[in-house]
């Protein structure tokens, strides 16, 4: 149990194009899922925490605009990397948290990541 | 200062031996404490999870938490190959949703 999917796994694409993540827990319902970025040999960095029904809260120095949430259901959040440029280019993980802890409560279960590449 | 100080050098060790991992955090109200394993281009995955200083053993693994000195610490007994991957330590809040993260240590098994 608990499994989180990312969507895609990865995806090349143009400079100044958008780019749409999708984060879904599989097998339990999520109110909070997170959504991280990770550089190579570097550690994860919380960008936002999305909360099904409302605003999600970023991060400081994440540009809102730039990096858009929606967590429109129990079990689906979404990213989107608006007018995407090289530098964007990194690995995006999202975790969940389990809304009805059946263990650990503070665990956050984390999907396989998407690679990104800004050309 | 950074919340959690984890040194990222790679560490490789033969197979058999004792892999030990450590973290020190800075904020002494930090309640829990993860570590996580990170394979190559894959997501993290809880491995330990623990609350109180003392040691928690999980198979091969064993966690360790000194809050005193607000160091943890991670061993794995008998290393594989398998466990050839990246450890993350993490730290937390209880009510709070923000786990810290340490830069993680890339750990190669050589057979």
């Known amino acids: 149990g608990a499994v989180v999917s990312q969507h895609p796994s990865w995806v090349i694409c143009k400079s100044g194009t958008s780019v749409k993540i999708e984060c879904r827990s599989l097998d339990f319902q999520a109110t909070t899922m997170f959504w991280y970025r990770q550089f190579p040999k570097q550690s994860l960095m919380l960008m936002a925490t999305?909360?099904?029904?409302?605003?999600?809260?970023?991060e400081q120095g994440v540009e809102k605009d730039k990096f858009l949430i929606n967590h429109a259901s129990l079990t689906l959040s979404t990213l989107t990397v608006t007018s995407a440029h090289p530098e964007d280019s990194s690995f995006y993980i999202c975790?969940?948290?389990?809304?009805?802890?059946?263990?650990?409560?503070?665990?956050?279960?984390f999907g396989p990541g998407t690679r990104l590449l800004v050309l | 200062q950074k919340e959690v100080e984890q040194d990222p050098g790679p560490l490789s060790v033969p197979e058999g031996a004792i892999v030990s991992l450590n973290c020190t955090y800075s904020n002494s109200a930090f309640q829990y404490f993860m570590w996580y394993r990170q394979y190559s281009r894959k997501g993290p995955e809880l491995l330990m999870y623990t609350y109180s200083s003392g040691n928690k053993e999980d198979g091969r693994f064993t966690a360790q938490v000194d809050k005193s000195s607000k160091y943890i610490s991670l061993f794995i007994r008998d290393s594989q190959p398998s466990d050839s991957a990246t450890y993350l330590c993490a730290v937390g809040f209880y009510g709070n949703n923000r786990l810290a993260f340490g830069k993680g240590n890339q750990v190669v098994v050589i057979p």
């Open positions: 975790s969940a948290r389990d809304s009805r802890p059946r263990g650990v409560q503070e665990t956050q279960y």
């Open positions: 999305s909360n099904e029904g409302s605003k999600a809260t970023y």
